[in-house]
């Protein structure tokens, strides 16, 4: 498979840089460019040399070479054609790639709080659309710089020659259809700025829509929403036709502005002919080179709108982009003699006012297994992310005597595995979802989270599909496959996080002892409000509501702590909890 490289490019926040970066592709594009549009001319000129040798009665075995002339002009014109465009589609291929890339490495290496604070709906009309219009609308100036631009100026050059007073006369409504295109860009704009907001919120809500189908669905509420995202798709129809029908309604009327001056080429021009000073050829040629620069100075207005749309695309997605720097792959870790050692630790979100978790202390080592509970609400998952490092956090958190954050991402993503409370299945095989790409054998980890049974009823095995966020699959069987996942790499501290809420006890009783006996060379921290396995670990910290904890073994608590006393006996004998 290809790999797809960026090149070096220095501010990719500046627009021109995208044309510097591809500098042989826009070298050809210039030299193409020049050639097709130049030579274009010589089109009409044959031509009407061709009408006049007809008319004028020459043999013919001139007119024979004449038309082949033409034929050969137009055939090399055209070949130059498919070269400029064949190399500005290129230019646009490749700044599209280029963009999406470096937004999407900005994405996911965007701080997570950062990330939270996006709306996952604008984000992908960003990453898809606005790139698209952007992309479409430089393609789009580039095509008419020379397509436009040059042909323009070899056309009004071309005529002058032929009369300088028709060509001045003719061309004097050329301007008025440009300047109209000017005066409408502002409006353009407040209309285009309205839609790509309502797109994005549309946007917004279908991926809530996908991502909660099953939700709407149990609560009847399929109906309601219908209701209302037809609402919002009306809304956005009237504000894409706003945005729209300015720009693409007013090409016929530039092009009847600009075609203004036909009456004038058709009345001189026949006086011309009239008088012996044109040929019917001479006047055929200017015709078709007045048609032509008329029809091409509407295009050149309707450009100046086209070009307004994209310049808000640009802004839109500007800030997303940032260079793509490969991550530093050297780390500084020890797979062995694993330690953990937190003090005075708090947290809070950086929205928060107060804090989550406050003064918590602890020290755990290679083997052990560290219990997290308490009651709802207390900041069990809180504590149990920021272990991960990726929010900032008050006071110390050690790993091996070197504080969490001054570990580089890609350390901390080798050193630390996590495993939330909700489990998180791709839409892809049981395989692909365990080992991310890694190519590693999933066998030993299936026996260890109690899978491998399961595997062998399914007639694909480790190709099984697990459906869209793993819907064919049992909540207990999803869990066990994230699981899975973050146990395959046996990494030196494993943070695993409610992990068996939707197993049934017994299933939950032999996992641990897996865990315990196969990955001794790692680190766990096990938050879970079921205790029946936590007389099994070897430290236990409680988490009150009002922030205060208790820390101790199994049976130390039992003594000390009349809450987790009770807590426990009471799911000792409430009974087995039944897989989901």
């Not at 604008?122 to 992309?135: G, Y």
């Not at 075609?259 to 058709?266: A, D, K, P, S």
Request: aromatic share 10%; with cysteine; proline share 2%.
């Amino acid at each position: 498979m290809a790999k797809l490289t960026i090149k070096p490019m220095k501010q990719p926040d500046k627009i021109i840089n995208y044309w510097k970066k591809e500098k042989f592709v826009v070298t050809c594009i210039v030299i193409f460019g020049l050639t097709f549009n130049s030579a274009t001319i010589l089109g009409p000129i044959y031509q009407g040399k061709l009408i006049d040798s007809i008319i004028s009665g020459y043999d013919l075995r001139s007119v024979v070479i004449l038309a082949i002339t033409f034929i050969a002009l137009i055939s090399i014109i055209q070949l130059m054609r498919y070269f400029k465009r064949f190399y500005i589609r290129r230019f646009a291929n490749s700044t599209s790639a280029t963009m999406r890339l470096m937004i999407y490495n900005n994405i996911m290496h965007k701080s997570i709080e950062k990330l939270d604070e996006e709306n996952m709906g604008d984000l992908m009309t960003r990453a898809i659309s606005d790139v698209d219009l952007c992309v479409e609308g430089m393609r789009k100036f580039t095509t008419e710089i020379f397509d436009t631009g040059v042909l323009m100026a070899s056309y009004f050059i071309s005529m002058l020659v032929y009369d300088l007073k028709i060509t001045i006369l003719s061309c004097l409504f050329i301007p008025v259809a440009m300047m109209l295109a000017e005066k409408l860009k502002k409006i353009i704009y407040k209309y285009t700025i309205a839609y790509r907001s309502k797109s994005s919120y549309v946007a917004s809500i279908t991926y809530d829509t996908i991502e909660n189908a099953m939700l709407y669905r149990a609560n009847g509420m399929e109906d309601q929403n219908l209701v209302k995202y037809n609402i919002e798709l009306e809304d956005l129809q009237n504000k894409a036709i706003k945005s729209n029908i300015l720009e693409n309604s007013m090409q016929p009327i530039y092009n009847v502005i600009a075609m203004l001056g036909i009456i004038t080429v058709i009345y001189l021009g026949a006086t011309n002919v009239i008088n012996g000073g044109w040929t019917v050829g001479n006047f055929s040629t200017y015709l078709i080179m007045f048609a032509a620069i008329a029809t091409k100075a509407s295009k050149a207005a309707n450009l100046f709108n086209s070009v307004q749309k994209s310049q808000i695309s640009w802004k839109r997605i500007k800030p997303y982009l940032s260079l793509y720097q490969s991550k530093n792959t050297t780390t500084n870790i020890h797979m062995d003699n694993t330690k953990i050692s937190v003090n005075n630790f708090s947290f809070c979100y950086p929205e928060g006012k107060e804090n989550i978790l406050k003064n918590i202390s602890f020290e755990g080592n290679q083997g052990e297994i560290i219990g997290v509970t308490g009651s709802i609400a207390s900041g069990k998952s809180t504590l149990g992310l920021s272990l991960l490092g990726l929010y900032p956090y008050i006071g110390s958190i050690k790993i091996d005597d070197k504080e969490l954050n001054t570990y580089s991402e890609y350390e901390r993503s080798h050193m630390i595995s996590y495993l939330g409370h909700n489990p998180q299945l791709l839409t892809d095989s049981i395989y692909n979802n365990i080992t991310l790409g890694n190519g590693k054998d999933i066998s030993s980890v299936l026996k260890d989270v109690c899978f491998d049974t399961d595997l062998s009823s399914m007639p694909l095995g480790e190709s099984t599909l697990v459906g869209n966020s793993g819907t064919r699959l049992s909540g207990g069987q999803q869990s066990r496959i994230s699981l899975a996942r973050t146990l395959i790499n046996k990494s030196k501290i494993i943070v695993l996080d409610d992990p068996f809420s939707a197993v049934d006890m017994k299933t939950e009783q032999e996992i641990i002892k897996n865990i315990k006996n196969n990955y001794q060379n790692s680190l766990i921290i096990l938050i879970s409000h079921r205790l029946t396995i936590f007389s099994e670990i070897n430290q236990i910290i409680y988490l009150h509501k009002d922030k205060t904890v208790d820390y101790g073994s199994h049976s130390e608590l039992i003594k000390s702590s009349e809450v987790y006393k009770s807590i426990f006996n009471l799911q000792s004998t409430g009974g087995d909890t039944y897989e989901k």
